[in-house]
């Protein structure tokens, strides 16, 4: 097994033999399902993940930080990740491992939203295009606020710190997102539909898999990773 799969082993162990995941999962799933259910679904009266998937570019600004900000930071500052390092591991596998560890409890949370997806076919006829297509669009756009979230624990000692920066960081993409509907056309308006984070995932949840909003997401996800990579290494020369 290769040492990023260990140490996304050990971070997920470490997830789950902790109350942390659960608690971040449960409220997670149950203010969604909330949000949904309550101020979507029933005032529109329609069998669709519409609703859901409209809340998740907000709702993933609050879930990535608190998955992710402990993943590197703590290892600072209790010492532990000079020893991660002395092991023959790699930085860069060190920083996919925290990565892919973060993105399975993602994938868990996701695959409990599923259960709305279920009630909402039992009242009605769901439209599978758009609800796969919304759900892999969920990954993908969860896998960019991931990684944000990794950069920003790699670059403190104090997880508090890491988890208000990948939160300024995921408000700030989101912001620039919504505010391309206030924009006059033209190259601002092009610019900031192309920088905001939530803007590349309405195209997907509506079934339409456009490889420039696929890009997007994986170039967030390794710019995002390389300079953590970046400021682990940046330690050999502090």
């Known amino acids: 097994m290769s040492p990023a799969m260990v140490i996304a082993r050990r971070e997920i162990n470490a997830y789950f033999n902790?109350?942390?995941?659960?608690?971040?999962v449960a409220a997670f799933t149950i203010i969604a399902g909330?949000?949904?259910?309550?101020?979507?679904?029933?005032?529109?009266?329609?069998?669709?993940?519409?609703?859901?998937?409209e809340t998740m570019p907000m709702l993933f600004m609050f879930l990535a930080p608190a998955i992710t900000m402990r993943l590197i930071a703590d290892e600072k500052a209790s010492g532990t990740l000079e020893l991660l390092i002395t092991?023959?591991?790699r930085d860069w596998q060190v920083?996919?491992?925290?990565?892919?560890?973060?993105?399975?409890?993602?994938?868990t949370t996701l695959a409990l939203t599923l259960v709305f997806?279920?009630?909402?076919?039992?009242?009605?006829?769901?439209?599978?295009?758009?609800?796969?297509g919304g759900y892999l669009g969920l990954l993908l756009m969860g896998g960019a606020y991931m990684a944000i979230g990794v950069m920003s624990s790699a670059f403190t000692r104090s997880s508090i710190v890491?988890?208000?920066?990948?939160?300024?960081?995921?408000l700030g993409l989101f912001i620039i997102g919504q505010a391309t509907q206030y924009l006059?056309?033209?190259?601002?308006?092009?610019?900031?539909?192309?920088?905001g984070i939530g803007t590349h995932f309405d195209n997907i949840s509506r079934g339409i898999i456009d490889t420039r909003d696929v890009i997007y997401y994986v170039s967030v996800m390794g710019i995002c990773l390389l300079l953590a990579t970046l400021s682990l290494e940046s330690r050999r020369w502090s």
């Open 87 to 89: 092991m023959p591991v």
């Open 162 to 170: 890491a988890c208000i920066v990948a939160f300024v960081i995921s």
């Open 184 to 195: 006059p056309a033209g190259p601002l308006q092009g610019f900031a539909a192309f920088i």
């Open 34 to 53: 909330g949000i949904f259910f309550v101020f979507k679904f029933f005032l529109t009266q329609e069998a669709s993940l519409r609703g859901f998937f």
């Open 18 to 24: 902790s109350p942390v995941a659960y608690i971040v």
């Open 95 to 107: 920083v996919l491992g925290k990565f892919l560890a973060a993105m399975a409890l993602l994938a």
């Open 117 to 132: 997806a279920i009630t909402v076919r039992a009242l009605g006829p769901v439209d599978r295009g758009p609800t796969i």
